[in-house]
């Protein structure tokens, strides 16, 4: 089975770029351009994992996160970020993220966190 990703960043080029990316990998992948918009869609569609930047102008990564463990517990969040420290990587998993990338991150790195991350969830409700 193809995990639901859902791809939220801000820059239009990169989020449009990833997303071909990740599709000619064969995901399903939505993208959009906020946490606001991502939010809306959770109450809509059921995801699997969803890849979430940091900094977005209208709501942050770690703003979003926590609403979206609210609303859809169960969906795995991955979050990039060009700008790594250990506070906000310690905060992120506090939060209930799967894990974190450092942007720029190679599509192969990606593809293999949406994997496990999928799997944790399938696991997971498999119990």
Do not use: W
């Amino acid at each position: 089975m193809t995990p639901k990703v859902m791809l939220v960043d801000d820059e239009e080029r990169f989020r449009t770029t990833l997303g071909k990316m990740l599709r000619a990998q064969g995901l399903e992948v939505t993208a959009l351009g906020s946490g606001r918009e991502a939010l809306e869609e959770l109450k809509n569609a059921a995801y699997d994992v969803l890849v979430l930047d940091v900094r977005m102008p209208d709501m942050d990564g770690i703003a979003t996160l926590t609403q979206i463990k609210k609303i859809a517990p169960q969906v795995e969040v991955i979050i990039l970020t060009g700008h790594a420290s250990m506070d906000a990587a310690m905060e992120i998993m506090r939060l209930g993220g799967y894990d974190y990338l450092l942007k720029p991150c190679p599509v192969e790195d990606l593809l293999a966190k949406i994997e496990s991350a999928y799997e944790r969830k399938i696991t997971r409700e498999a119990k």
